[in-house]
């Protein structure tokens, strides 16, 4: 069972009660679910032997009743990247992956699948988002999975395979002439007039809760510690802060001690509002215009800018912006050393941990892991200009033949026969 009694405003303290309310009514600070951690008795035995989801944590999660969605969500893999770590020289480096995440392949399904459960206690009829993509396509599956009626809203420049991403589950798909945060606004004023169960408006508070089954399952399969480091994407500014949150939630519930790692924040050099704001030394964001081929993650008007970067500084952390050049060079570089193939938002964040490697915040002997949080299935267009193209052959074996012999006398495995 949840241990949740309610929401508090992240600013002000006050209290309400754990409904469909997405600002506080006395400072329209952010608010956070409240749980009576006292009454978790939960060890990692008991963890252990339950279903590998986002659900094993159940107890640290905003519902009141049975999940209802989300039985395949969550506990992605946890890679130890050893190919990868060579190359940059790191002796510990882990992959958290959820570029394979179910149902949508990317990490916003462990958001979607609190909401989405919580909607449907609170009575909603239609699910919905604001959306840079991935989200859309995540409340567009867990709606088709729940029976609900969907609408997403998106910009209306999104890569083909987020759009197909989402229209595949049938869901209306609102095309908005703008960016997000013009499609944000948009959304917010319908929120309040529909009475729509927006994931990221008015149930924001229990879909933000979804992210810290990732801070979650880094400790478990870690063999319950902390890494030094942990590295995470900033678009919303939902995941960053709720990895740290579900860390701490850990050690309080006694299941994990020591330090907390360092997290850092990795974005886009054209839109690094996150960032920017950590340099100078600012507590919230100042608004950019988003220009990068990190879609996913321009937002230039981040809802919880503030707690990340809160966040960042409480754990001695740093920020990383990097070029869309740099972005493609990560998604290649994890591709060939480590076979996983993450989108712009991924590429962003190894190409920040380079970065921050690179600036010597990360040290070479420290463990980190990554967090890859989208796959690069759905955004083939941002390395489709430099792939190795198919040589194209008959099905005659001199040809083969012929072919190795014209490729030159490489040493290399492909050359070798076995047989006269
Ligand atoms: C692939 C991917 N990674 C990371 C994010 C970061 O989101 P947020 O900072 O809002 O948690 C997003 C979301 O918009 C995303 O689609
Ligand atoms: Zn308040």
Not at 235 to 247: M, N, Q, Y
Not at 289 to 313: E, F, H, L, W
């Amino acid at each position: 069972m949840s241990a949740l009694i309610g929401l508090q405003c992240h600013l002000c303290k006050s209290t309400f009660a754990p409904e469909a309310v997405y600002a506080c009514a006395n400072c329209l600070g952010p608010l956070e679910p409240v749980y009576d951690y006292s009454t978790i008795t939960l060890t990692r035995a008991e963890i252990a032997a339950r279903p590998k989801n986002i659900w094993r944590y159940r107890e640290l999660l905003p519902i009141t009743g049975e999940p209802r969605t989300g039985f395949h969500s969550g506990f992605t893999p946890l890679v130890r990247a050893t190919r990868l770590a060579d190359r940059l020289g790191m002796r510990e480096l882990y992959i958290k992956d959820d570029s394979v995440n179910h149902p949508t392949l990317s990490y916003k399904d462990r958001v979607v699948a609190v909401a989405a459960t919580r909607a449907a206690e609170l009575g909603f009829q239609v699910l919905a988002c604001a959306s840079t993509g991935n989200l859309a396509n995540s409340v567009a599956a867990h709606a088709a999975r729940l029976g609900m009626e969907c609408c997403v809203f998106i910009p209306d420049n999104l890569e083909a395979g987020k759009r197909l991403g989402s229209a595949i589950f049938g869901p209306q798909i609102l095309a908005i002439a703008g960016n997000y945060d013009d499609v944000n606004r948009l959304c917010s004023q319908v929120a309040d007039r529909y009475g729509w169960g927006f994931v990221n408006i008015n149930l924001r508070a229990y879909y933000a809760e979804g992210a810290k089954t990732m801070g979650f399952e880094i400790v478990e399969q870690l063999g319950w510690r902390y890494p030094q480091h942990i590295v995470s994407p900033v678009a919303g500014g939902t995941l960053l802060p709720r990895i740290v949150r579900g860390l701490r939630e850990l050690k309080q519930i006694g299941l994990v001690d020591g330090e907390l790692p360092r997290i850092h924040a990795a974005q886009a050099a054209g839109c690094a509002p996150v960032v920017a704001a950590l340099l100078n030394g600012d507590d919230y964001p100042e608004p950019v215009r988003p220009a990068t081929i990190a879609k996913s993650i321009a937002i230039g008007n981040p809802a919880d800018g503030y707690q990340v970067i809160q966040t960042v500084r409480q754990t001695g952390g740093s920020g990383a912006a990097v070029s869309d050049e740099k972005i493609v060079e990560a998604i290649h570089l994890l591709a060939e050393t480590e076979g996983i193939f993450t989108e712009p938002a991924g590429g962003t964040t190894l190409a920040g941990t380079i970065s921050l490697i690179e600036r010597g915040v990360i040290p070479r002997d420290e463990s980190v892991v990554v967090c890859i949080t989208g796959n690069g299935y759905k955004t083939t267009e941002v390395v489709s200009g430099n792939l190795t193209q198919p040589v194209h052959l008959s099905r005659a074996f001199k040809d083969f033949e012929a072919w190795q012999q014209n490729r030159g006398a490489e040493a290399s495995g492909l050359s070798r026969q076995v047989t006269a």
